[in-house]
C-alpha cells in the first residue's frame, strides 16, 4: 500500500501529466482548426460562384456600353448575393478601383487595383473574393467583391461546440486515468527510486490517449461535417434558385428552354460540393440532369403555378476530404513530437535532480529539446510574416506590393548571414556558446517585441533584421555546443540530433502560429513568441546553472578560444586548405543554394500559383521536416561508423541535384513531393555530416573546431542567398528548361568534391 501511494503521489508522475495536457491540448486545437478551414473553402467556392454569376449579370449589361451606376438592379444584384451566400460585405468597383455601387460595410472606398492579380484579396483584415465584368470593347470595366460573414467563418454552432468538448473532456478522462495507471505500474514494477523512465516508455501513453481521444471525438466530428453539409445545400438551392429566376418570369414551359444540362455540368465544376441535380417538370419528369428521388426539392413556380421542381445533393469534396485526412495525420504527428521533446527535457531534469552533484556535465542530448523549444517560439510567426509585412505597403509606395512583402524574408536571411559573420570574425568576444546562445535569445526576446509593437514597415523590418541575427547566432551555438560535448566518434550523432530537434520546432511552431493567427490575429502570434522567448531565456539560465561546460567524455580544446592567430589568420589558413576549400565550393554552398532556392522560393510560389495553396505547402513542409526527423538521426551514426565520410556527404549532393529534375515529371504534386523527399534526404546527411567532416579535418584541429564551423555557417549563408536569385535568372531567361543545366552543375559539383577528396586522402595516406 505504502508503495501504491508513493507511486500516485509522485511530482514526476505530476510533471509528466503537465506534459501530456499541453500535448493534447494541441493536437485538439489543431483538429478543431482544421475542421475551420474545410468549412471556410466550401462556403468560398459557393460565394465564389455567386460572384461570378452576379459578374456575368452585369457583364451583359456593361457589354452593351451602359454604365453600371445607371444599372438600377445592380443594388437588387448585390442584396442577392449578400443573401444567398451569406457574405459580410458585397460591393461593386470600377475599373479604376472607385467603389461605385453598394457601400463597404468596414468603410472602404478606394482599392488598389495593382493587388487583384491572384484569387483574391486581403483588406482590412477580411479575405475579399472577385470576379471582374467588362465593357463594349472587351476592356475591363470593374469588380464584384464579397468577403464571408463571421457565420460562415467560425468553426462551430454553440451546440456542436458543446459535443465536441464534452466528447473531448470524456476522451480525456479515460486517457489520463489510463495513463496514471500505466505510470503507476511501471513504478510498481521498477521499485527503484532513482529510476529514470525512457522516453520511448513515456511515449507509450501518449500514443494510447492520443487513440483514445481520436475515437471520442470523431462521431462528433462526423455529425458536425453533416450539419455544414445540410447548411451547403440549402445555400445552393438558394443559388441556382436565382439563377431561374430568367426562366421563372416567362410565361413558357421548361421543356421550351435549352441549355440546362451544360448549366448543371458548369455548376458542378464551379461548385464541387454539389453531387448530383436534377431537374423535373410538374408532373416528376426529368428534363436535365441526374434522375433523383429525395424527399427535399425546390418548387419552380412562375406565375403562381408550378411549373417544375429541383433537387439536389451535396457530398464531402473528394479532395478536401483527403486533405482533411492529411491534416489529422500531420496534426497526429505533430502533437507527438511535442510530446516527444518535452518529455525528453523532463527526463533530463528528472535525471539531475536524482544525482548528488549540484553541478552534472552538460549532455549532448539535452541541446535537442532545448533547441525544439527556441525554434519553437522562434518560428510561431514565420508563416505569416510576408502577409504581416504587406500591411504596411503604403510606406513603402515606390514598390510593389509582392516586393514589399518578400522584404521581411529577405531581411531574415541577411539578418543571419550577418549573424554568422559577427561570430566569425569577433571570436575572441563570441567564442563560447554558453555565452551567444544566451545572448541570441534574449535578443530574440527584443526582436519579437519590436515586431509585436512595429507601426510601420521600418520597424518592422528591424525586428526582423534583429530576429534573423538571433536566429543566426541560435543556430551557430547549438552547432558549437555539440562540438563541444562530443568527440570525433560521435559528432555526427550529436549534430543530427541537435538538428533534428530543431526541425522539430520549426514543424511545431509553424502550425501553432498558424492556428493562433485564424484564430485571433496575426500580431497576437508576435507576442505569444516573445513569451516564449521569454521563457527559454529563463529556462536556459536555469539549465545552464545546473551544468558545467563540457560532458565526462568530451574532446576538450580548451585551448582553441586561445589561440595567438588572429581570427583572420584562422579564417585564412582554414580557407586555403584544399579539403576544406573543396568542401565549401563544391559541396556546401550547391547544397544550400538548392535547398534554399527550391524549399523557400520555388516551390512555395509555384504551388500557389496553381492554386493549391498554403495548405499544400504545409502538407510538403511536413513530409520535408518530417524525413530529416526520422533520418538524421539515423544517418549521423552511419557517418560515425565511416571512415571516408566525404563519400556519403557527395552521395547527398547528388540526391540535391535531382531536385531540379523532378520538375520535369507533368504532375506539378509529384514532382513536389519528389523534391521534398530527396531534400529531406539530402538535409538529414548534411546538416550532421558537413559538421563532422569539417571538424574531421587537420586544419580544422589546428584553427579550432568552433572556427571551422563558424566558416562552414557562413559558406551555407552564401548559397542560401545566392540560391533562390539563381533560380529567379534561370526561370525568367529559361523556364523550367534551364533547370536540367542547373542538375548537371550540381551533380559535376558532387563529383569533382569526390575526386578531390579521395585523391588528397590517397596523397595523406601514401605519405
Not at 473531448?168 to 486517457?175: A, D, N, P, Q, T
Not at 580548451?558 to 592567430?565: E, I, T, V
Amino acid at each position: 500500500m505504502k508503495n501504491i501511494l508513493k507511486a500516485v503521489f509522485n511530482l514526476r508522475l505530476f510533471a509528466v501529466l503537465v506534459v501530456f495536457f499541453i500535448s493534447q491540448f494541441f493536437f485538439v486545437s489543431l483538429v478543431v482548426s482544421s475542421y475551420n478551414d474545410y468549412r471556410v473553402q466550401t462556403a468560398q467556392d459557393l460565394l465564389q460562384f455567386n460572384i461570378n454569376n452576379t459578374a456575368m449579370r452585369i457583364n451583359n449589361i456593361t457589354a452593351m456600353g451602359r454604365n453600371i451606376q445607371n444599372y438600377q438592379r445592380a443594388m437588387q444584384d448585390l442584396y442577392d448575393l449578400k443573401m444567398i451566400s451569406k457574405a459580410a460585405d458585397v460591393f461593386i468597383a470600377d475599373k479604376d478601383g472607385r467603389i461605385v455601387v453598394g457601400k463597404s460595410t468596414v468603410g472602404l472606398n478606394t482599392l488598389d487595383i495593382k493587388k487583384l492579380t491572384g484569387q483574391n484579396i486581403l483588406l482590412s483584415g477580411n479575405i475579399y473574393l472577385y470576379a471582374p465584368f467588362f465593357d463594349i470593347t472587351g476592356h475591363n470595366a470593374g469588380f464584384v467583391l464579397a468577403t464571408l460573414g463571421n457565420n460562415q467563418k467560425q468553426s462551430l454552432s454553440e451546440e456542436e461546440t458543446k459535443e465536441l468538448y464534452a466528447s473531448v473532456g470524456l476522451g480525456l478522462v479515460i486517457s489520463t486515468l489510463c495513463f496514471i495507471v500505466f505510470f503507476i505500474l511501471i513504478n510498481l514494477k521498477r521499485q527503484n527510486a532513482n529510476h529514470v523512465l525512457s522516453v520511448r516508455t513515456l511515449l507509450i501513453p501518449f500514443f494510447i490517449a492520443q487513440m483514445i481521444i481520436i475515437a471520442c471525438m470523431t462521431p462528433s466530428v462526423i455529425k458536425a461535417i453533416d450539419n455544414h453539409a445540410d447548411s451547403l445545400q440549402t445555400a445552393a438551392f438558394g443559388s441556382v434558385s436565382k439563377d431561374f429566376s430568367a426562366v421563372t418570369r416567362l410565361n413558357i414551359s421548361l421543356h421550351e428552354v435549352s441549355g440546362f444540362n451544360d448549366y448543371f455540368i458548369k455548376l458542378k465544376e464551379n461548385v464541387p460540393f454539389i453531387g448530383k441535380i436534377s431537374l423535373t417538370d410538374e408532373k416528376g419528369n426529368v428534363i436535365a440532369g441526374d434522375s433523383l428521388k429525395i424527399d427535399q426539392y425546390f418548387p419552380i413556380i412562375s406565375h403562381n403555378e408550378v411549373i417544375g421542381s429541383l433537387s439536389l445533393t451535396t457530398k464531402i469534396e473528394y479532395a478536401k476530404f483527403i486533405d482533411l485526412g492529411l491534416n489529422l495525420l500531420t496534426l497526429f504527428f505533430i502533437s507527438a513530437l511535442l510530446a516527444y521533446e518535452l518529455t525528453s527535457l523532463l527526463r533530463h531534469e528528472m535525471a539531475r535532480m536524482l544525482r548528488p552533484q549540484k553541478k552534472i556535465p552538460f549532455e549532448p542530448s539535452l541541446i535537442r529539446p532545448l533547441g525544439f523549444l527556441i525554434i519553437f517560439g522562434a518560428f510561431l510567426p514565420v508563416s505569416i510574416v510576408p502577409v504581416f509585412m504587406g500591411q504596411y505597403a503604403d510606406d513603402l509606395g515606390f514598390l510593389s506590393s509582392d516586393l514589399v512583402k518578400s522584404l521581411a524574408v529577405s531581411t531574415d536571411m541577411t539578418g543571419v548571414a550577418i549573424s554568422s559573420l559577427l561570430i566569425l570574425f569577433c571570436d575572441k568576444a563570441l567564442s563560447d556558446w554558453k555565452k551567444v546562445l544566451p545572448i541570441s535569445t534574449f535578443l530574440l526576446i527584443f526582436s519579437t517585441a519590436l515586431c509585436f509593437l512595429s507601426f510601420n514597415a521600418y520597424s518592422f523590418l528591424l525586428g526582423r533584421l534583429l530576429y534573423g541575427i538571433a536566429y543566426g547566432g541560435i543556430i551557430v551555438s547549438c552547432q558549437l555546443c555539440v562540438m563541444d560535448a562530443t568527440d570525433d566518434t560521435s559528432r555526427a550523432k550529436g549534430m543530427s540530433a541537435a538538428f533534428a530537434g530543431l526541425f522539430s520546432g520549426v514543424l511545431c511552431g509553424v502550425a501553432a502560429g498558424g492556428i493562433i493567427a485564424d484564430k485571433f490575429n496575426m500580431r497576437l502570434v508576435f507576442a505569444i513568441s516573445c513569451a516564449f522567448a521569454v521563457f527559454n531565456f529563463l529556462l536556459l539560465l536555469y539549465i545552464m546553472k545546473h551544468r558545467t561546460a563540457l560532458s565526462a567524455n568530451a574532446s576538450t580544446h580548451k585551448n582553441d578560444f586561445k589561440s595567438a592567430l588572429l581570427p583572420l589568420s584562422k579564417v585564412t589558413a582554414f580557407i586555403k586548405d584544399p579539403k576544406s576549400l573543396s568542401l565549401m565550393l563544391l559541396q556546401v554552398i550547391p547544397y544550400s543554394a538548392i535547398g534554399i532556392g527550391f524549399f523557400n522560393f520555388f516551390l512555395p510560389v509555384t504551388v500557389q500559383e496553381n492554386g493549391m495553396g498554403a495548405s499544400t505547402v504545409g502538407q510538403l513542409n511536413f513530409l520535408y521536416s518530417f524525413l530529416v526527423i526520422i533520418l538524421a538521426p539515423i544517418m549521423g551514426k552511419v557517418i560515425d561508423k565511416i571512415d571516408r565520410k566525404y563519400v556519403i556527404l557527395s552521395l547527398a549532393l547528388l540526391f540535391s541535384a535531382l531536385v531540379p529534375l523532378a520538375f520535369k515529371l507533368p504532375s506539378l504534386i509529384g514532382a513536389s513531393i519528389l523534391a521534398m523527399i530527396l531534400l529531406g534526404i539530402s538535409a538529414s546527411i548534411n546538416e550532421g555530416g558537413q559538421p563532422a567532416v569539417i571538424a574531421s579535418y587537420e586544419v580544422s584541429k589546428k584553427v579550432g573546431p568552433s572556427v571551422s564551423i563558424k566558416v562552414l555557417d557562413s559558406f551555407l549563408r552564401l548559397g542560401q542567398i545566392a540560391g533562390p536569385l539563381i533560380i529567379a535568372v534561370i526561370m525568367s531567361a529559361f523556364g523550367t528548361a534551364g533547370f536540367s543545366f542547373m542538375a548537371i552543375t550540381v551533380a559535376v559539383c558532387a563529383m569533382l568534391f569526390f575526386i578531390i577528396q579521395h585523391f588528397l586522402n590517397i596523397r595523406k595516406t601514401s605519405c
